[in-house]
């Protein structure tokens, strides 16, 4: 069976639910983005390989929802009658329940078809962070990026990084890492994105007063040294955050989750929004 989509007819048809639920969506399509496939289950906490900079090995998945009273139980349990007949829908989750961390509009969807959903929807700005320490806040920027539905998430320097704080959002976000600055301006240049980075540096401009290009990628540094110097020299505009305490600089994964949402205050199409 062919399933209908949501986003064309002004009614959630996710056979789980009410219809008007949710409102309509709008399609979209970010193009030049592979499908970035990460392993289902996180690495076991502390875990480490002989390898320097592994892939995440796999193992029990502490940030996945189990047990928690969010999300619906076994489809008999929640609804009268039988599953519908849905190309979407699992028939592990149907039988068993679906606690997962999505909305609900995708309960009992497969990740699959979850992830294919966002595609037709994602929207043309990227973001990339560096990773040349370690960064312990990449995995709240997918979680984010995966909120706003951003193209991908581009990861600098070390492969690895810490997916606890990502909340399982890596399944349904395409995540992309490239080895050096000079890899991602590649990409950037080849995709017509334009480079701004986001850093309280002299000769920044306030991110406040800036109209962000439609197409764009959003550069962020580590925490601590902010972006280096390289990336700026590339970047086609250098934007700050309005401070107004002591501190020198605000966690990067919230100047990520600020810079993010003015673009989705300028660009984005509300009405199509959970």
């Known amino acids: ?161 810490n997916r606890r704080g990502a909340m399982v959002t890596d399944r349904y976000q395409h995540i992309t890492h490239h080895p050096d600055i000079e890899a991602l301006l590649e990409f950037a240049r080849s995709e017509d994105l334009s480079v701004v980075a986001v850093d309280n540096v002299p000769g920044s401009v306030p991110l406040e007063t800036v109209r962000l290009p439609r197409r764009c990628l959003l550069l962020f540094g580590q925490e601590g040294p902010g972006v280096t110097e390289s990336a700026r020299d590339a970047a086609v505009l250098t934007v700050s955050i309005a401070q107004f305490g002591s501190t020198r600089s605000i966690n990067a994964g919230v100047a990520a989750g600020i810079a993010m949402h003015t673009w989705i205050r300028q660009h984005a199409d509300l009405t199509t929004a959970w």
Do not use: C, K
Request: proline content about 14%.
């Open 1 to 161: 069976m062919t399933p209908v989509r949501p986003h064309y007819d002004h009614r959630v048809t996710n056979p789980a639910l009410p219809a008007d639920t949710f409102p309509a969506r709008l399609p979209s399509q970010t193009p030049g983005v592979a499908a970035a496939r990460t392993p289902d289950a996180e690495p076991v906490a502390g875990q480490e390989s002989a390898d320097p900079d592994p892939e995440p090995e796999p193992g029990p998945g502490p940030t996945e929802w189990g047990e928690n009273p969010n999300g619906a139980g076994p489809w008999t349990t929640e609804h009268d009658g039988p599953p519908p007949e849905d190309d979407r829908l699992d028939p592990v989750l149907l039988a068993e329940g679906d606690r997962r961390n999505v909305v609900d509009a995708y309960r009992y969807w497969t990740r699959e078809a979850i992830v294919a959903d966002i595609d037709r929807r994602r929207h043309p700005f990227h973001v990339a962070i560096e990773n040349f320490g370690h960064d312990a806040n990449i995995g709240t920027v997918v979680r984010t990026a995966n909120a706003f539905a951003a193209g991908a998430v581009h990861i600098v320097g070390r492969r690895r990084w």
